[in-house]
């Protein structure tokens, strides 16, 4: 608990110092108390859902980005720290160190002759790909189009997919990027 009260006393500290505003006026934006405002960036507060939900909406940040570790200005993200996952004949590497919400971004790399298939997403999600190396054939909805380096291709993604590398000799690289649809829960 001491390390997420550290984080959001220095995200909250920095958020409003790149804004250029003060404690009076930030609690005046967000409807906290201007007290508790200064306990949240001396990591002395102990704020409810509440108050954090006001906080972001005044600061227009995710309530996770207030409680995350802070940002460096720079960072390095040691490739043995990113976590790659292996579906089938393809590894997907994350190509973000943190997660944007509802996006996800991601390398993927098919072996000779792999394939990977696709899980269908909530109703009125986009996928963009973006082949890069090799060639990579796409399948969805009974369609098939082959991508060759520098080729897009933009297609809906709550629908049956798969992705295929038809070269028995060489790797196929592409940039995935989904774009969830909202759930409307």
């Known amino acids: 608990m001491q390390t997420l009260a550290a984080n959001l006393a220095s995200n909250v500290r920095r958020l409003r110092a790149e804004r250029d ?17 200064a306990s949240l960036e001396t990591g002395a507060a102990n704020p409810t859902l509440a108050i954090l939900s006001k906080v972001a909406a005044a600061l227009q940040v995710s309530i996770e980005e207030l409680i995350t570790a802070p940002l460096n200005d720079v960072q390095l993200i040691p490739a043995s720290q990113v976590r790659a996952r ?13 997660e944007l919400p509802g996006f ?15 899980v269908p997403h909530t109703s009125g999600t986009r996928e963009y790909l973006n082949c890069e190396t090799g060639s990579v054939k796409l399948v969805a909805n009974g ?27 060489h790797i196929s690289v592409a940039v995935s990027i989904v774009c969830f649809a909202l759930r409307s829960d």
């Open 21 to 37: 505003l003060s404690q009076q006026r930030m609690a005046e934006i967000s409807g906290v108390p201007r007290p508790t405002w």
């Open 86 to 98: 292996k579906k089938q004949g393809a590894i997907l590497r994350p190509l973000l160190p943190v």
């Open 104 to 118: 996800e971004i991601s390398r993927l790399e098919l072996a000779p002759d792999g394939h990977m298939v696709g």
């Open 143 to 169: 369609e098939h189009w082959v991508l060759t380096p520098g080729d897009m291709l933009v297609f809906r993604g709550d629908q049956r997919h798969s992705y295929h590398n038809e070269n028995s000799r």
